[in-house]
Nanobody, 127 residues
Framework: QLQLAESGGGLVQSGGSLTLSCIAS????????VGWFRQAPGKEREEVSC?????????YYADSVKGRFAISRDNAEPAAYLQMNELNPGDTATYYC???????????????????WGKGTQVTVSS
């Protein structure tokens, strides 16, 4: 069974950058769409970004992160990444990696609840 483990979170000043990693085990990522979600205290979970496998194209970004965040994947690792630039305090949250069926990353994000989730990594942006 696919297992996901996030890393790379931490404390960063406003305007700074972080790269989150999602390492997969138990299975390859070849047959999965991969995405990132986040949840801040007292707020609903927000889908940040998702990506299908290369040949299926399609990458989704939430409006709140467009132009600042970049998702990527490396099936050979297997892993997925979230490069986060120009961070601001509004980006403070626990970030979760998730995986779902291969073609489920659509123009509006995952079309269904992802099947597999990591335990999350905390990102804190100070002003």
């Amino acid at each position: 069974q696919l297992q996901l483990a996030e890393s790379g979170g931490g404390l960063v000043q406003s305007g700074g950058s972080l790269t989150l990693s999602c390492i997969a085990s138990g299975s390859t990522l070849d047959n999965y769409a991969v995405g990132w979600f986040r949840q801040a205290p007292g707020k609903e979970r927000e889908e940040v970004s998702c990506i299908n496998n290369f040949h299926l194209g399609n990458i989704y970004y939430a409006d709140s992160v467009k132009g600042r965040f970049a998702i990527s994947r490396d099936n050979a690792e297997p892993a997925a990444y979230l490069q986060m630039n120009e961070l601001n305090p509004g980006d403070t949250a626990t970030y979760y990696c998730a995986a779902g069926p291969l073609h489920h990353c659509r123009q509006q994000g995952f079309s269904q609840e992802p099947l597999y989730w990591g335990k999350g990594t905390q990102v804190t942006v100070s002003s």
